[in-house]
């Protein structure tokens, strides 16, 4: 059998995270947020699991491209709109919606003359500062956006928030006054929250949400996992224990002997590395699951290697399956141990894993 590290995607918890989803936004319509190759469980197959939803969110116009390849109909929104006035006939051939948040693209739309309107979201800043037009333009911009032939006159109105994961930072509230102020009496549908916003920030539901992390089972929320936010886990990850060795007191593991054994102990190596995408700063202590219980990383994480504290696990064979990460091991607290945050180590995955489905 391969020695190679596996992803399994749970496609179930994809679905149950969507519904979750569905009734905490109490009505409103849910955008699924697939880029970064759907937060790197696999564009197609999240989009799959995920076809319920009522759009699709993605990064580029080549996430579109491979969407309707695969035969997807549903709503796509380009989350940050065409990179120069040729993408508008890309956008068309593959109705595809764009999110409208700079003047070049405004000028774009107004100089372009092809009959076929375009669907378009509109960006406000609200306190981001990354993309979109100052609250104070809304009404100007939306004017134009309606008056251009180019573009179907049904504008959704949006804006992203800087800080909603912290639900006792008023920032989010601000913005949230910001836009209303900004938006006030303009036509069209509503779009503010993302997955932390429909957690905390019930004022900002809106029309549409615009759900990521959450429906991957990934915590949006400092200290809290997935779990804890009542979301699962849509990928474990897992390899083969391929080696035990047994070492002396003393003995010194891994490049640069960073780890000593303070005893005689059994010593494990995993088939797995950063050549993987397992992240190399992941610390010693970092733990690893084998037949259940808790093994611990030590010495450094190398390219196709990983050796880990056998003690907790008296009874490993060569061959047992090893969790990096997913059901029963928290990839929040991975990353933590890593320095990093869950959506790093999922977006991470080299072609060198092996996806399954489950």
């Given amino acids: 059998m391969s020695r190679t590290a596996v992803a399994t995607i749970h496609l179930s918890?994809?679905?149950?995270n969507l519904a979750r989803l569905r009734t905490l936004s109490?009505?409103?319509k849910v955008m699924a947020v697939v880029k970064a190759d759907g937060y790197g469980h696999g564009l197609e197959r999240v989009a799959r699991a995920l076809a319920d939803a009522d759009a699709f969110g993605v990064a580029a116009i080549a996430d579109g491209q491979r969407l309707r390849a695969a035969g997807f109909n549903q709503r796509i929104v380009v989350l940050s709109g065409p990179d120069e006035a040729a993408d508008l006939a890309e956008l068309r051939r593959l109705r595809l919606e764009a999110v409208i948040h700079h003047d070049s693209q405004l000028a774009w739309l107004e100089a372009d003359r092809d009959a076929r309107r375009l669907r378009v979201w509109l960006k406000i800043d609200s306190g981001m500062h990354r993309l979109g037009f100052a609250p104070e333009r809304a009404a100007e911009v939306l004017a134009r956006l309606n008056a251009a032939p180019a573009v179907d006159d049904d504008v959704v109105l949006m804006t992203h928030f800087a800080a909603s994961d912290e639900f006792d930072n008023d920032a989010t509230a601000q913005q949230i006054a910001r836009f209303a102020q900004a938006t006030q009496g303009l036509p069209g549908l509503r779009c503010l929250s993302n997955s932390a916003g429909v957690l905390?920030?019930?004022a900002a539901r809106g029309d549409w949400v615009r759900a990521g992390g959450l429906l991957y089972g990934l915590s949006v929320i400092a200290g809290k996992r997935g779990s804890d936010l009542d979301f699962d886990?849509?990928?474990?990850?897992s390899t083969r224990l391929i080696a035990i060795n047994p070492l002396r007191r003393g003995?010194?593991?891994?490049?640069?002997?960073?780890?000593?054994?303070p005893v005689d102990m059994d010593v494990g190596v995993i088939a797995i590395g950063y050549g993987d995408g397992y992240p190399r700063s992941a610390a010693t202590g970092t733990p690893v699951l084998v037949r259940g219980r808790r093994a611990e990383i030590i010495g450094r994480v190398s390219m196709d290697l990983?050796?880990?504290?056998?003690?907790?696990?008296?009874?490993?064979?060569v061959?047992?399956?090893a969790l990096l990460w997913g059901r029963g091991l928290a990839v929040e607290e991975i990353a933590a141990r890593a320095g990093t945050i869950s959506y790093d180590l999922t977006c991470g995955m080299t072609?060198?894993?092996?996806?399954?489905e489950d």
């Fill in 200 to 202: 905390g920030w019930p």
């Fill in 26 to 28: 109490q009505g409103a």
């Fill in 319 to 321: 061959g047992d399956r």
């Fill in 251 to 261: 003995d010194k593991v891994g490049y640069a002997g960073t780890w000593e054994c």
């Fill in 351 to 356: 072609k060198r894993v092996l996806f399954v």
């Fill in 306 to 317: 990983v050796t880990i504290d056998l003690r907790n696990v008296p009874d490993a064979r």
């Fill in 13 to 16: 918890a994809l679905r149950a």
């Fill in 233 to 237: 886990p849509a990928m474990s990850l």
